[in-house]
């Protein structure tokens, strides 16, 4: 057994080097992983904290939905569609906005822009049919015009023979903000016009590829999915490209994808879909037929999506009303909430009196990790480029637990090593690779009763 294991680290030793500098890699995928013995990647899951806002204003309403939140300063924004029922292609739809200094306690900002429920003194920033899915985002281009600091996508198809094909008029239109309050198209036209956009349709700027990505809705053999495309001036977008997934993955109803750059990993891209079982219906006497949880996943190319983890990232719970229709909707953005932990929200209460939305509380970088039990056991990396003289963890062990790291040069020798360690730490100083640099090494990285959220190298 020993030969083998020695002849496969031998092989991987000879792969082309993976060159992480010195960024952030969450175990979220095994993309770092050459072998491993007795680990398992684990998925773990929010915590369900406060409700921060209840849609019941009269321009609001329960069928209020595609919340978007973004962390600018230190104001938190979140913006969703106000409506009280009625046609996707109604005008009459509205697009809110709710402030925050903390993440936890909104307050509706008394705009007088657009009256909606009988009065201006309220929240809206935009009216019309782009207010069905209209999703803002912060624009992190370096380029960027003061004046389009904020940006966002909004607009759907027109109704007709094979509208959740592309075939009819309509799309996406593209607007920007010089504050996130007042807004204006950037073109009368729509710039995506093949998709089927009845859902969040979301965009934000690509840091490492220096472009923006956009993710949408269509259809794909009559099931939900999503495509993304790319852009360069956000005017002009690239084709559509599907989702792929591995073979082994089953085609699920995936009704948003509520997908982010990894705040301290921007080259990784986390996705949390609503997924839709259409056909179950828990409470009989409610209108609409399908129950909903929200899953994760995760990608390196925006296009091929890990998901080892075919369970819900987020249940319904015991609470009867998140079992109706189109509940569990994570909304689209991570706050960073304080050092060691991050915030996402979920709605809840879709279709009721009482529809509101839920703050997620999620250690940071820890939505999932490579995880030890008792018995413990190990893995190796592939072989590793890297910037820095120093391996910080993100970690923690029980009390009996522990973590300890070997560095293996190319021929596997042994070239530096640490004391076992063990506790709860988000940047934990665990090897020192000073006398590496320039080389190629692997990792051994041996651990019990632990869970490795993330690694990186640094100076």
């Given amino acids: 057994m020993k030969a083998l294991l020695y002849l496969a680290l031998a092989a991987t030793a000879c792969a082309q080097p993976l060159d ?6 969450l175990f979220v995928d095994e993309y770092l992983v050459a072998q491993k013995s007795g680990l398992a990647l684990k998925l773990h899951d929010p915590v369900k904290k406060e409700i921060v806002l209840t849609t019941d ?3 609001e309403g329960m069928t209020c939905a595609y919340f978007s939140v973004i962390q600018d300063g230190k104001k938190v924004l979140m913006y969703y569609r106000g409506s009280s029922g009625g046609s996707d292609h109604s005008d009459a739809q509205v697009t809110c906005v709710a402030e925050s200094t903390d993440g936890i306690h909104f307050t509706r900002p008394k705009l007088g822009i657009i009256e909606a429920g009988g009065t201006k003194d309220n929240n809206v920033i935009w009216r019309g049919v782009e207010s069905h899915n209209f999703s803002p985002f912060l624009d992190t281009n370096p380029n960027v015009k003061p004046e389009e600091r904020f940006k966002a996508l909004g607009g759907v198809k027109q109704p007709g023979k094979n509208w959740h094909q592309g075939e009819t008029p309509g799309g996406l239109y593209s607007f920007a903000s010089a504050d996130g309050i007042h807004w204006k198209k950037m073109k009368d036209t729509p710039v995506i016009t093949k998709g089927a956009f009845d859902s969040q349709n979301l965009a934000f700027y690509d840091t490492t590829r220096s472009r923006y990505t956009c993710f949408s809705r269509i259809f794909s053999n009559k099931v939900r999915a999503v495509q993304s495309c790319t852009s360069t001036d956000f005017l002009t977008w690239s084709d559509g490209i599907p989702h792929r997934y591995a073979k ?11 997908t982010v750059p990894c705040p301290t990993a921007p080259h990784l891209f986390l996705s949390f879909p609503k997924r839709f079982v259409t056909n179950r219906k828990k409470v009989p006497e409610h209108e609409g037929p399908g129950v909903s949880d929200a899953v994760f996943m995760s990608s390196r ?21 998140n079992w109706t229709d189109r509940n569990n909707m994570t909304a689209n953005g991570i706050i960073e909430s304080s050092d060691s932990e991050w915030s996402l929200y979920i709605s809840e209460h879709y279709r009721h009196a009482d529809h509101r939305i839920r703050r997620l509380s999620v250690r940071k970088q820890g939505f999932a990790s490579m995880h030890a039990d008792a018995k413990g056991g190990e893995f190796t990396t592939k072989p590793l480029k890297f910037t820095g003289n120093k391996l910080l963890l993100n970690y923690s062990t029980s009390a009996a637990g522990s973590i300890q790291i070997e560095a293996l040069d190319e021929s596997g020798k042994v070239v530096a ?10 940047e934990a100083n665990a090897l020192d690779v000073s006398k590496l640099a320039d080389q190629t090494i692997q990792l051994r990285i ?7 959220y993330a690694l990186r190298f640094a100076n």
């Fill in 20 to 25: 992480i500098a010195s960024r952030w890699e």
């Fill in 57 to 59: 204003k009269p321009w």
């Fill in 248 to 258: 082994d993955v089953p085609m699920e109803h995936f009704y948003t994808s509520a």
């Fill in 301 to 321: 190319d925006g296009v091929n999506w890990d998901r080892p983890f075919l369970e819900a990232w987020v249940r319904p719970g015991p609470d009867l009303k």
């Fill in 417 to 426: 090593t640490m004391p076992e360690l063990y506790g709860d730490e988000f």
């Fill in 446 to 452: 041996k651990m019990k009763d632990a869970d490795l």
